[in-house]
């Protein structure tokens, strides 16, 4: 019982964090017609919410999983996307979670995650939640824990990777810090 709650908990938090944190900009944005200005809830189809809640909730049963004993926490595996999506020049509000991190403080990928920690010892999102990103050029980052902006052409691919597998990816055109 306390797993199913932690868990539906976490899905909650989730599609708040894309629908409330980062919405305060969006009416602004989409006026500009440059890109489309998403939140995380965005990103999953009609009835997805409710599909990964029942997901998590039957693997959390099956595996027994205890957030305290587990080293790796499973991902729940739905790469339903919202086809619209694809091809599109989007914004969208997120922490950065870099594949590689040098001193200099330079990425050229990364996963954009809706929120601090994002597959740290919790299951990650499941992949319509994350965002693999991918620069031309390496960006440079100021900090992990800073929520940032990220604009590009989303694509409907699946990425599959050690941190989280992702159901979009995104050609990333600019970063820029998050402010409200």
Same mark, same amino acid.
Do not use: C
């Given at each position: %019982? %306390? @797993?199913?709650?932690l868990l539906s908990a976490l899905l909650a938090f989730t599609a708040l964090t894309g629908a409330e944190v980062f919405a305060a900009d969006r009416a602004e944005a989409q006026s500009t017609q440059e890109f489309l200005d998403l939140s995380w809830a965005d990103l999953l189809p009609e009835g997805e919410a409710e599909r990964i809640a029942q997901?998590?909730? %039957? #693997?959390? &049963? #099956?595996?027994?999983?205890? +957030?305290?004993?587990?080293e790796r926490m499973p991902q729940v595996q739905t790469f339903? !996307?919202?086809?619209?999506?694809?091809?599109?020049v989007v914004r969208m509000g997120g922490y950065v979670l870099p594949f590689d991190f040098t001193g200099s403080r330079?990425?050229? @990928?990364?996963?954009?995650?809706p929120y601090v920690g994002a597959c740290i010892h919790v299951p990650p999102p499941p992949p319509n939640q994350l965002v693999y990103v991918h620069?031309?050029?390496?960006?440079? &980052?100021?900090?992990?824990?800073?929520?940032?902006?990220?604009?590009?052409? %989303? +694509? !409907?691919? @699946? +990425?599959?990777n050690e941190l989280g597998d992702t159901a979009y !990816?995104?050609?990333? !055109?600019? &970063?820029m810090p998050y402010e409200s």
């Open positions: %019982m %306390m @797993r199913n709650t997901l998590q909730q %039957m #693997q959390a &049963i #099956q595996n027994g999983m205890d +957030h305290f004993g587990a339903n !996307t919202v086809d619209a999506l694809d091809g599109q330079e990425i050229s @990928r990364f996963l954009l995650v620069a031309e050029e390496p960006i440079q &980052i100021q900090g992990l824990w800073d929520p940032v902006y990220v604009k590009g052409v %989303m +694509h !409907t691919d @699946r +990425h599959d !990816t995104l050609e990333l !055109t600019e &970063i």
